[in-house]
């Protein structure tokens, strides 16, 4: 009787799409986990995930509130933000070390004019500073609309295809801000 119970609650589980939030709440515990403990080991490794899943297991609902705050869900799009600039970065390095690497490429030098579409304080700033530390592109002034973002590229390159590129960095960050997608 009791693996019935068992069966249908697993059956109810994934059906609700609650193991797909369960294991981001879980996995976003275990980081923590490895955070407080001050170094990533074997040992740290194994320990945490009887330290973090006994609390789970014990207060079984504690997923989904935390996972339906605010809070947590402005957290892993702040995270996804993060993980773009970093790509953004690691990218624009490579595609300056080449630039560098080709001494007769013809390159380009402009300040574009650029519209952010985000209006917290935070994000602006945030913004401006993932800009900056992006490789070949540097936020050189700022009035109450604008970025003027000085960009280090080929000569082939378009002033559309320099401010799309912005905008795939600006759009994870207005998410994290809004709390929603924006196209």
């Known amino acids: 009787m009791r693996e019935l119970r068992v069966s249908g609650v697993l059956r109810r589980f994934r059906r609700e799409g609650a193991a797909k939030e369960f294991a981001v709440f879980y996995l976003g515990l275990y980081a923590a986990w490895f955070v407080f ?28 509130i935390v996972g339906a705050s605010h809070l947590f869900g402005r957290s892993v799009r702040l995270a996804r933000f993060f993980l773009v600039a970093a790509l953004f970065m690691v990218r624009s390095s490579v595609r300056m070390a080449l630039l560098a690497l080709r001494p007769r490429l013809r390159l380009r030098s402009a300040i574009l004019r650029y519209e ?24 050189v002034d700022r009035d109450d609309r604008y970025f003027y973002v000085h960009v280090l590229a080929s000569s082939g390159t378009s002033d559309r295809e320099l401010i799309d590129s912005l905008d795939r960095l600006q759009r994870p960050l207005a998410e994290a801000l809004s709390g929603k997608a924006h196209v």
């Not at 952010?116 to 800009?131: E, K, S």
Request: hydrophobic share 55%.
């Open 37 to 64: 403990a001050g170094e990533v080991t074997v040992t740290t490794a194994v320990v945490g995930i009887p330290v973090v899943a006994l609390p789970l297991l014990l207060f079984r609902h504690t997923y989904r």
């Open 116 to 139: 952010p579409h985000i209006f917290d304080r935070l994000g602006l700033v945030l913004l401006a500073v993932a800009i900056t530390l992006t490789p070949g592109t540097l936020v």
